[in-house]
């Protein structure tokens, strides 16, 4: 008789699910590898797609079927990993085992071996994970840098003009105007900071600040640009304001094993304030100066 007769319906399930999983996560670490230019992260992916086969290949023992990969996942996270960094994506990938493990312990009692493969799968893949080194993560603090500086600047600019000129075409071309002159004033200043320091890659410093910033002043006039009430406008440009900080603060938080909850609402406290007093400044201006247009 066999060793799969002996299985439940139920374990031979879960093997066979944590079978495909394996195999997946093989794929996904292995087209990882084929991408990854830098040799020391390439050949750590290469190892850890080298491990998940190997899970693989020690359920495919137990179960004797032969299975395959799940695509829709293939596709999924390989897609996020050229986005947002095979570091966030592996990182997020194992945040997300809470169902392979409960796998893994459904399994103790019938499969003994389960729990020493999963302790062994969990502590090889953190250490090799550990070994990681994308560029991209280097430059975080740069990233926040700029993100920071435009949703707190821009933020309370567009919120005071918004009362002060209601007009959303008029608001869109003094924060554009703002905007862009920010973003080169801020790239200039990460890059003359860095280089002072000593720090050889003060230009790549300066484009990451740069170009965080002006994404988050493009998306912040955006909703000026299309839209004809300022009222509108400022709505959701807050509204945008709150999605960019939760995005940029759950990437940061996963890729570089950080709190989310404190910081997000610590950023979001203070554009949100600075917002507020702009616009109220505003309405000051505006009603003591007599300025109509």
Do not use: C
């Not at 950080?258 to 949100?272: C, D, N, Q």
């Amino acid at each position: 008789m066999s060793d799969t007769t002996a299985y439940s319906k139920k374990t031979m399930r879960v093997l066979l699910y944590l079978q495909q999983g394996e195999l997946t996560e093989h794929q996904i670490y292995s087209f990882l590898a084929s991408r990854v230019k830098d040799e020391q992260n390439s050949s750590v992916l290469r190892r850890i797609a080298g491990e998940e086969l190997g899970h693989a290949k020690i359920w495919q023992k137990l179960t004797e079927k032969e299975v395959k990969t799940n695509r829709i996942k293939f596709w999924f996270y390989s897609l996020m990993a050229l986005i947002l960094g095979y570091t966030f994506v592996l990182k997020k990938m194992e945040k997300g085992e809470d169902k392979a493990t409960k796998a893994y312990r459904s399994l103790i009692t019938e499969v003994p071996q389960a729990k020493q493969i999963s302790e062994d799968e969990d502590r090889h893949e953190q250490q090799l994970l550990a070994m990681l080194d994308e560029e991209r993560l280097q430059y975080v603090g740069s990233m926040v840098l700029g993100l920071s500086d435009a949703l707190v600047e821009l933020s309370g600019t567009l919120a005071g003009l918004t009362f002060a000129l209601q007009n959303t075409r008029l608001i869109a071309l003094s924060g554009l105007i703002t905007g862009i002159s920010a973003t080169l004033s801020m790239a200039s200043s990460e890059y003359l900071s860095a280089k002072n320091s000593g720090d050889k890659n003060a230009v790549k410093s300066s484009m990451y600040t740069g170009i965080a910033y002006l994404f988050t002043v493009t998306f912040m006039v955006l909703p000026y640009l299309l839209l004809e009430s300022y009222a509108v406008a400022l709505g959701i440009m807050l509204v945008v304001v709150i999605i960019i900080i939760m995005f940029f603060t759950y990437y940061t938080s996963v890729a570089k094993d950080l709190p989310f909850g404190k910081r997000f609402f610590e950023m979001a406290l203070i554009s949100l304030s600075v917002a507020a007093i702009s616009f109220v400044i505003g309405i000051l201006v505006k009603r003591f100066l007599g300025i109509d247009i």
